[in-house]
C-alpha cells in the first residue's frame, strides 16, 4: 500500500479527532459479529495502516500511532509499517497491550472514541475497568471514520444457500430445540446470536459474505415461541425464505435487530455471549433489561460433530488427500525438470487440484506457501507485490511450509506439510524430527472426558522445551464442519482464557500443529485435523472416562527430512502406522505419477 495515503489517512483521522474533542480512536480487527475474516467494509484497521494481518488494533492520538499484534505477525508487521509513522507494539507476556498503553499515557479528563458497532461487550467492560480509574471517558456511539473514508467499500450481497441436505444429520428446527433447551437451563427467556458460524449452523444455510467462510452477514434473535432472522432480505431467495419459514424461523431486516432488542421488557433475561455480540447492536435496548452473559449454546452444540458428521469429514480429507497426492507429484515433476516456480505458484496449483474434487467451494483460509525465512513467519502470505522463487544454488538446499485448506460441502480442511528444496542440511533434519516429535506426542496422548483443552498443550510442547525451543502461536484450534476453519470453543494453547469453557468432547475436530520458526532462516509445522474418540478399554476402572485422538488427515509426511536417530521406536511405530493407512485410504483414489509419489513417500522408515 502506498505510504503516503496512510500518512494522508491518519492526518485526516486526527484532524477529526481534534474537531470532535477527542483524545484517541481505537481501531480494531473487527465486525459487528466479532468475525476473524471480515469484509472489506470492516477492514478501517488495514485501510489506515496497510497492516494485512489478521490480528492488530491500531491506536492514534495526537501525537501517537501503533499497532499492537502478536509475535506470528511481528516480522511481517514491521516491514509494512515501516515509513508509515505507525509504531510496532509486540503483544507479549509482560508487555503492555493498547489498553494499558491508553490508561498510562492519557490524562484524567481525555476521551478515547472506539465505534460501538465492532466492539464487543467483553472488550468494552475492559477498557472501562482501565479507564475509570483514571478518569477516562469512553465513546461508542460515534464511527468517526465516516468523515474521512469516503470510498468505502459496500456490504457484500452474495445470496444465502442451503447446506447440501445429504450432508445434514439435524435439521434446523431439532438444532433449534436444543438451543431452547440451553436457553431453559441458563434462565434466560431471550438469545442474541450475532457469530456468523452459529447462526449458519443454525439455519444449515450457508453464504459467501465473508472470504474463506461460508457464512453471511445476520443476527438472530431467539425465545421460547419464536426465532428472527435478521438479514439483508435481497439476498434471500424463495426458496430460501419457505426453508426458514417451514423451519420456524422469522426473516426481518439485517439493520432491525437493535429494534427488536427494544421492545424487550424487564421482566426479559437475554442471554449472550460478551465476546460475540458488539455494543452498538444493543444500542436501543433498555437499561433495566436483564443479561445472562455465557458462552452461547449452539457454539458448544456446534463444536461436537455427529457420527455422520464426522464420516462425512473422513471422506472430504481423503479427497482432500487425493488432492494432495496430485498437487505434490506435479510440483516435484516440475522441479526436477528445473522449472522455475514460485510461492504463488503453490497457491494456484492447490486451488486447481482442489476444485476437481467433488463437493468443492473455496480454500478454508489463504494458503502459506513460504519458503526458508517467509516460512519463519507464521501467517505469512505470498502477494504479487512481495513473493519469492523456489530457487536455490547448485549444492544449497532449503526449507518450503505450505499450510493450505479447502472447504467441502462435506468437510473443512487445514493441513501443513514441509517439503525439501535442494539440498537439505542436518539442521534442517534435527528441527524438522523434533517438531514430528511434538506432533506424534500430542497425537498419541490420552487425556480425561472433559478435561480444559489448554492444560494438553504441555503434551504437546514437552519434546521442544526439552531441547529447549517452542513456538508463539497455539498448538491446536477447532474446525468447523464446512463452516469457519477456526472454530471454538476448545483451543489447545496455554495461554487461551475461560479454560473451564473450552472442555474437549467426544467428537470434536481440532488441529494438532507444533512448529519451529528459525527468524531470516526457515520455518517448520506439522500439522493434522484429529478428532475425540472415547478410548477402547478392556475393563471398567475407577478412574473415568479417557479420550484420544483419530488423525483424520491423509497425506504422507516427509521422511526424506528426518533424522531417524532422534526417533524412539513408539514414535517410528506411530510414524509406520500412519503411513500404511495413508496409503490405504489413497491408492484407490490416484493413479499415475500421484500413485506412484504415494507409494514411494508412505514407505515404513
Not at 464426522?310 to 507429484?329: C, K, N, W
Request: aromatic residues 8%.
Amino acid at each position: 500500500m502506498n505510504k503516503q495515503a496512510i500518512h494522508e489517512r491518519i492526518a485526516n483521522l486526527r484532524s477529526t479527532l481534534a474537531a470532535q474533542d477527542l483524545t484517541a480512536i481505537i481501531v480494531p480487527s473487527a465486525d459487528p459479529h466479532l468475525s476473524e475474516y471480515l469484509p472489506e467494509y470492516w477492514q478501517a484497521r488495514l485501510w489506515l495502516s496497510g497492516f494485512t494481518g489478521s490480528v492488530g488494533t491500531l491506536v492514534v492520538t495526537a501525537d501517537f500511532a501503533g499497532l499492537w499484534t502478536d509475535s506470528r505477525y511481528w516480522v511481517h508487521a514491521a516491514e509494512q509499517l515501516e515509513g508509515t509513522g505507525i509504531t510496532l507494539e509486540k503483544l507479549a507476556p509482560g508487555q503492555p497491550n493498547h489498553i494499558d498503553w491508553l490508561a498510562d499515557h492519557l490524562q484524567e479528563g481525555d476521551s478515547v472514541a472506539v465505534d460501538g458497532n465492532v466492539l464487543s461487550i467483553a472488550e468494552q467492560d475492559r477498557l472501562l475497568n482501565a479507564f475509570d480509574a483514571n478518569d477516562i471517558t469512553l465513546i461508542t456511539e460515534r464511527d468517526v471514520l465516516t468523515e474521512i473514508w469516503t470510498d468505502r467499500p459496500a456490504l457484500p450481497a452474495a445470496k444465502l444457500y442451503a447446506h447440501d441436505e445429504q450432508f445434514l444429520a439435524q435439521s434446523a428446527p431439532s438444532k433449534l430445540a436444543a438451543v431452547r433447551e440451553g436457553m431453559a437451563k441458563a434462565g434466560a427467556t431471550h438469545h442474541l446470536l450475532s457469530s456468523l458460524d452459529d447462526i449458519a449452523w443454525l439455519t444449515n444455510l450457508r453464504g459467501a459474505d465473508v472470504d474463506y467462510n461460508p457464512v453471511f452477514l445476520s443476527h438472530m434473535l431467539i425465545d421460547a415461541d419464536k426465532a428472527t432472522l435478521f438479514v439483508d432480505t435481497d439476498k434471500v431467495s424463495e426458496d430460501i425464505a419457505q426453508s426458514l419459514k417451514d423451519s420456524g424461523i422469522t426473516l426481518a431486516d439485517y439493520s432491525a435487530v437493535q429494534e427488536a432488542l427494544s421492545a424487550l421488557t424487564p421482566d426479559d433475561l437475554l442471554l449472550l455471549d460478551p465476546s460475540k455480540v458488539a455494543v452498538g447492536t444493543l444500542s436501543k435496548i433498555a437499561d433495566d433489561v436483564g443479561f445472562i452473559e455465557q458462552m452461547a449454546p449452539s457454539t458448544l452444540l456446534k463444536s461436537v460433530k455427529s457420527d455422520a458428521d464426522i464420516d462425512h469429514v473422513r471422506e472430504a480429507m481423503r479427497q482432500d488427500g487425493a488432492a494432495l497426492a496430485e498437487f505434490f507429484a506435479t510440483f516435484e515433476q516440475r522441479l526436477a525438470a528445473r522449472e522455475r516456480l514460485s510461492e504463488l505458484d503453490i497457491d494456484s496449483m492447490l486451488i486447481d487440484v482442489r476444485s476437481r474434487q467433488p463437493h468443492y467451494v473455496s480454500p478454508s483460509f489463504p494458503t502459506i506457501a513460504g519458503f526458508n525465512e517467509n516460512g519463519a513467519l507464521p501467517h505469512y502470505r505470498a502477494t504479487p507485490e512481495k513473493f519469492s522463487y523456489l530457487d536455490v544454488a547448485e549444492g544449497e538446499g532449503g526449507l518450503l511450509l505450505i499450510d493450505s485448506g479447502a472447504q467441502y460441502q462435506n468437510g473443512t480442511t487445514d493441513i501443513t506439510r514441509v517439503v525439501g528444496i535442494g539440498q537439505v542440511t542436518a539442521e534442517h533434519k534435527r528441527d524438522f524430527t523434533i517438531v514430528l516429535k511434538a506432533h506424534i506426542a500430542l497425537a498419541r496422548a490420552h487425556f480425561p472426558d472433559g478435561i480444559a483443552s489448554p492444560l494438553i498443550d504441555a503434551i504437546c510442547r514437552a519434546p521442544l522445551w526439552q531441547a529447549q525451543m517452542d513456538y508463539g502461536h497455539g498448538t491446536g484450534h477447532g474446525v468447523g464442519y464446512f463452516l469457519n476453519v477456526h472454530e471454538g470453543p476448545q483451543v489447545i494453547a496455554y495461554s487461551a482464557s475461560t479454560p473451564k469453557e473450552r472442555a474437549m468432547k467426544v467428537g470434536m475436530i481440532s488441529s494438532n500443529e507444533p512448529g519451529l520458526y528459525r527468524e531470516g532462516k526457515w520455518g517448520i509445522r506439522i500439522e493434522n485435523l484429529v478428532v475425540n474418540t472415547p478410548v477402547a478399554k478392556p475393563t471398567e476402572t475407577e478412574f473415568g472416562d479417557f479420550l484420544n485422538f483419530e488423525t483424520i488427515t491423509y497425506c504422507p509426511i516427509d521422511t526424506r527430512l528426518i533424522e531417524p536417530s532422534l526417533l524412539d521406536q513408539t514414535e517410528i511405530n506411530w510414524l509406520n502406522d500412519y503411513h500404511s493407512q495413508v496409503f490405504a485410504e489413497l491408492k484407490d483414489r490416484v493413479e499415475g505419477s500421484a500413485l506412484e509419489w504415494l507409494t514411494e513417500r508412505t514407505k515404513a522408515i
